[in-house]
């Protein structure tokens, strides 16, 4: 290999290469994920070996890399003597790139007739269709295999992955048991089955699953994060800060668990902590946007709403369409009685993502305290258009309604209210006291 890259940066000459020398270098290439120096490797062997058929077919495996599935399908049909099961394989794998599934079948049926290797070659097969997302022919290939030997736990893996992929997870979940059954230490197994769980919301189930992989294997950081991540599904705050920290002692992207760790405090109603790790977090990367509106989250909790708004700033200046962070802007102006500014706030949040009830609600409610009822009531409705049961809207809409003297919209709006709650109309008479002669005598009728 070095014999052959000095040769390339070097006009000398460093002598002959034979055939399976050159192989194994355009094989290196290709493993490496470098077509270009692969072809290259190719062209010289057939400079040097014009009539080796074996280096004209690594010339198609190069093609088929590189996309040119129609080339490689040429050079495969012209040079594929004898049906060597490289080279069937290799063929079979082509058709199928074309999308030429049944031709691709007919050339594996004759590939796996008598073949000594078959459950290997099946798996080979099957990562073929995988690499296409055909589930259902790689499928095929890994029963087959499992016809001949049902302990195969590689094809049993394949297997289970591809039943998670169409979305039959009972299945998968089944498979992985039956690996751990016969390997009670394969942590891969178990990992797997958590994250099976994980992605069905069943996080209880997952944090099992993923104890058993850092017991098995207690520096897999993977699993300890992926464990941390559950168990803060489950609100199990303090043992998801452990498992993090663990992480933080293995992992290589600490930024990641410095965030999750200061999300664990905020959720325990733990400020002072949190801001400490998003602080932490952004001394790995200053543009976290994740620590950023963590950190936001912590002054605005903190009620230290000038930091709040100096880095919802610096976080709008990297990124700025993420409504949260205008919201917690606005929240931080209100304090900070930047009412004006507020509103811009809110109405940028609302055009990044006008599908914002609550963000709509406390936009309506700001508007209503600054008396610009018609603005309140257009806020108000489109709230009540996307989410007719957010809290506080049916009341709203009411006194909305009221200050601009519309009974016919406001009483069916307070009837709601009511029914929602004892404090609706005292609420409504206290704010709108001018109404209180319509509302009270409408009230007298029902009774």
Not at 34 to 48: F, H, I, Y
Request: proline content about 2%; glycine content about 4%; some cysteine.
């Amino acid at each position: 290999m070095r014999r052959y890259e000095q040769r390339n940066v070097s006009s000398s000459d460093f002598g002959y290469f034979d055939v399976e020398e050159l192989e194994l270098i355009a094989d290196y290439y290709l493993e490496k994920g470098r077509p270009k120096e692969s072809s290259n490797a190719v062209e010289l062997g057939l400079k040097l070996h014009p009539a080796s058929t074996a280096l004209h077919i690594h010339r198609a495996k190069v093609y088929l890399a590189m996309g040119e599935n129609e080339k490689a399908l040429k050079i495969v049909e012209t040079y594929r003597e004898g049906h060597d099961s490289e080279t069937d394989l290799l063929h079979g794998g082509i058709l199928v790139k074309l999308g030429r599934y049944d031709e691709a079948d007919e050339i594996f049926k004759r590939l796996l007739k008598d073949n000594f290797d078959y459950e290997y070659t099946c798996l080979d097969i099957a990562y073929i269709y995988l690499t296409e997302q055909a589930y259902g022919r790689s499928m095929h290939y890994l029963q087959l295999g499992l016809e001949r030997n049902s302990r195969n736990n590689d094809l049993l893996f394949e297997l289970a992955f591809c039943y998670e992929q169409i979305g039959e997870t009972s299945k998968s979940i089944d498979i992985y048991n039956r690996i751990i059954d016969s390997d009670p230490y394969s942590a891969e197994a178990w990992f797997n089955l958590g994250q099976v769980y994980f992605a069905l919301d069943n996080y209880q189930k997952a944090v099992e699953a993923y104890d058993f992989v850092t017991i098995i294997s207690d520096k897999d950081y993977t699993a300890w994060v992926q464990k941390a991540h559950a168990l803060f599904q489950t609100g199990k705050y303090e043992a998801a800060i452990e498992s993090y920290q663990v992480y933080l002692q293995l992992g290589n992207n600490k930024n990641v668990a410095l965030v999750f760790i200061g999300e664990c405090y905020e959720k325990l109603g733990d400020y002072d902590n949190a801001i400490a790790y998003y602080k932490m977090s952004l001394e790995e990367d200053d543009k976290s946007m994740d620590a950023l509106i963590g950190l936001t989250i912590g002054y605005l909790e903190k009620n230290a709403y000038q930091q709040a708004i100096e880095t919802a700033e610096k976080a709008i200046s990297i990124n700025n369409t993420i409504p949260e962070i205008w919201v917690y802007l606005a929240e931080a102006q209100i304090n900070l009685n930047q009412v004006d500014d507020a509103i811009k706030s809110y109405y940028r949040a609302i055009e990044i993502e006008p599908c914002q009830p609550e963000t709509l609600v406390a936009l309506g409610i700001l508007l209503f305290d600054l008396q610009e009822y018609e603005k309140a009531k257009e806020i108000s409705m489109k709230a009540y258009e996307i989410d007719k049961d957010i809290e506080n809207i049916h009341l709203l809409l009411a006194m909305t309604y009221c200050k601009l003297n519309d009974y016919k919209m406001a009483i069916p709006f307070l009837e709601q209210a009511m029914r929602l709650s004892d404090k609706a109309l005292p609420s409504l008479l206290e704010i709108c006291p001018e109404s209180s002669h319509i509302i009270n005598n409408y009230i007298y009728l029902m009774q």
